[in-house]
């Protein structure tokens, strides 16, 4: 006989996880929004960033019309060029605090798990202690003391979001560093950063991915509650947090003014969360065996 071709081949493990992927239809419905709300918002953060604050006191409080599709706000200031650059800000606030979070709690628990025994003890009863704090209280702290500036707003919330991503990851180090597999690259001469950066990072890499598209959402609603108190995004620069509390403040009369950002706002973190679950079933172990 002919031996099987290479197309034939069972898939690899990620091409496998997109495959299930993309049998789920409403995984990808919510890739597709997801995919359109960043690319009109990245457009128009490109095409607005400077007119989307120019004011217009001729033009206060329109409604929406041709002119202004999603209406002016109380400076005469086009709503739909500062939902798109907010959105823009948003979304970067969200995927850039959670790559920091991810980083921080990857490293940490693989050097935790890895370690073992003293180490992985007192290392835990950190992270159990910064449990304990008030991180909503943290984050309102850096930004009252420092220089307020999206690049702390990464900080300080990927400073706080990295805990369970840690736990996460030591735990699944911690399964995996007696198997077959390592003992024999132990015992081959692997050295420690072989070990992980062969065997540990590849096998636990499924599980961030799947809490980070977890965390996103998370972030986002972070970042809104912060901008909605004003310690967020500072003006002229907008975030949909920070158009969601002008929007509030003036809802009873420009109702507009709430509507469309709490509108993209919302569909984002609906397709941020369907996505995560739906990553979480393609890249699930067990769902692997059963193919």
């Known amino acids: ?17 997109w495959q299930r992927l993309q049998r789920q239809r409403t995984a990808m419905i919510a890739l597709s929004g997801l995919a359109f709300i960043t690319l009109i918002c990245v457009i128009g953060s490109l095409l607005y960033q400077e007119s989307q604050s120019a004011q217009n006191l001729q033009a206060v409080m329109l409604p929406p019309s041709l002119d202004h599709w999603m209406g002016t706000d109380n400076l005469g200031r086009d709503v739909f060029q500062r939902v798109l650059c907010g959105g823009g800000v948003s979304l970067l606030v969200g995927i850039v605090a959670t790559a920091v979070a991810m980083g921080i709690g990857l490293a940490y628990g693989l050097v935790s798990g890895l370690g073992g025994g003293r180490v992985d003890g007192l290392m835990m009863r950190i992270v159990d202690i910064l449990y304990g704090f008030p991180f909503m209280a943290f984050v309102i702290l850096l930004t009252v003391v420092f220089e307020r500036s999206l690049t702390l707003l990464f900080v300080a919330i990927g400073a706080v979001e990295w805990l369970t991503t840690a736990r996460v990851v030591r735990a699944q180090v911690l399964a995996l560093k007696n198997l077959e597999f390592v003992l024999a690259a132990r015992a081959c001469g692997a050295g420690t950063f072989h070990i992980l950066w062969r065997h540990m990072i590849p096998n636990v890499l499924g599980q961030v991915i799947i809490y980070a598209s977890l965390t996103v959402p998370n972030i986002m609603l972070l970042e809104a509650v912060l901008s909605f108190l004003g310690l967020g995004v500072q003006p002229p620069a907008s975030s949909w947090g920070s158009l969601i509390q002008e929007g509030a403040a003036n809802m009873e009369t420009s109702p507009w003014l709430l509507i469309f950002p709490g509108g993209f706002f919302i569909a984002t973190l609906l397709t941020l969360n369907l996505l995560g679950d739906a990553l979480r079933d393609a890249l699930d172990p067990k769902s692997t065996q059963q193919t």
């Open 1 to 17: 006989m002919m031996p099987a071709s290479s197309s034939t081949s069972a898939p690899g493990p990620w091409r496998a996880a």
